[in-house]
């Protein structure tokens, strides 16, 4: 199982040296960790992910090519054709070498109608699950987890939504159930936060201790 840390500002190079899976930034202005300026050094072996919510697709592609992202998690209303098209302008970055991913995010509250997912299932690298808010994400808190004892899929996931460093015992209890099963990465941000985008460097160390042993 992997972990992302998303939301990255003002100390990406810092949380970087914890060598995460993956690091997020966030290309959506109105969001409060809006990442702008240029791209620190990451190592290699970190996927950044950059985040967009009902963007033009040029626009995806130039932040794609400006900071040579590794995948895209699409937050907003994006349709399976969306994606679709997506996929088919990435190909001539694949053509060099470069493997860009779709992550698409449904976002849940008490229930979710897994349905929604047939027509992204070809078209979509991961899903990731987040929790209905006011915002696409960032929002804070959690869905309820069982939820996903109805997934229907083979698609790796993302679980995400509100986790923190009080969430150890519950993730714990979550990896070990089925529903879990294809869960392939947690996702973290807001409770990570000193201010919007700054991570709290020691709560990540203590976060990444407690995964890793739940991991090993």
């Not at 970055?93 to 229930?111: E, G, Q, T, W």
Request: glycine content about 6%.
């Amino acid at each position: 199982m992997k972990l992302k840390v998303c939301g990255m500002n003002h100390n990406p190079s810092e949380v970087a040296q914890l060598r995460p899976d993956y690091l997020g930034f966030i290309f959506w202005e109105p969001s409060a960790r809006y990442f702008s300026g240029d791209m620190p050094k990451i190592p290699s072996q970190i996927k950044k992910v950059g985040v967009f919510v009902d963007a033009d697709q040029e626009y995806v592609l130039e932040k794609v090519h400006q900071h040579q992202l590794d995948a895209v998690q699409l937050h907003g209303k994006e349709s399976a054709e969306y994606c679709q098209q997506l996929k088919n302008s990435f190909l001539s970055f694949r053509a060099r070498s470069r493997n860009l991913d779709v992550i698409k995010v449904f976002s849940i509250k008490d229930d979710f109608d897994f349905s929604i997912l047939k027509d992204y299932e070809e078209v979509c690298d991961y899903f990731l699950f987040d929790t209905k808010g006011k915002l696409p994400g960032g929002n804070g808190y959690r869905f309820d987890w069982s939820v996903l004892e109805k997934y229907p899929s083979q698609k790796p996931y993302f679980l995400s939504g509100g986790i923190g460093l009080e969430s150890i015992q519950d993730l714990q209890e979550f990896l070990s159930s089925p529903a879990s099963k294809n869960c392939y990465a947690v996702d973290v941000n807001s409770k990570f936060e000193s201010a919007p985008g700054l991570k709290s460097i020691e709560d990540l160390k203590t976060f990444i201790e407690s995964l890793n042993s739940i991991r090993n």
